[in-house]
């Protein structure tokens, strides 16, 4: 692999840990991410269903304008993408058809 730029990963810092809950799984995410990268990176992909075919619909801009990332967050329909990870939490998936 070429890198054009030095590796810097060993300068990043993280924040701590958090665990959550997505469709009754403990995940974690780090303090201060937004659900969506906790989820990318715990490789749940399949977020939402279309409401029309039942298709499986995931993280798609990741800055809060497409809405493909709709998750259920304590009973309420929210972007993934604009809600940061806390302690804690229930995150759903938004299914309209059956299950994978």
């Given at each position: 692999m070429?890198?054009?730029?030095?590796?810097?990963?060993?300068?990043?810092?993280?924040t701590e840990k958090v665990e959550f809950t997505f469709d009754g799984e403990a995940i974690w995410g780090y303090a201060g991410e937004s659900i969506a990268a906790a989820l990318i990176r715990s490789r749940y992909l399949h977020l939402r269903d279309a409401p029309k075919d039942a298709g499986p619909r995931g993280a798609f801009c990741?800055?809060?304008?497409?809405?493909?990332?709709?998750?259920?967050?304590?009973?309420?329909?929210?972007?993934?993408?604009?809600?940061?990870?806390?302690?804690g939490i229930?995150?759903?998936?938004?299914?309209?058809?059956k299950d994978d």
């Open positions: 070429i890198r054009l730029v030095p590796d810097q990963s060993a300068q990043i810092t993280r990741l800055m809060g304008l497409c809405q493909e990332c709709v998750v259920v967050l304590e009973g309420q329909t929210v972007e993934s993408c604009r809600i940061e990870v806390q302690p229930t995150v759903t998936s938004l299914r309209y058809g």
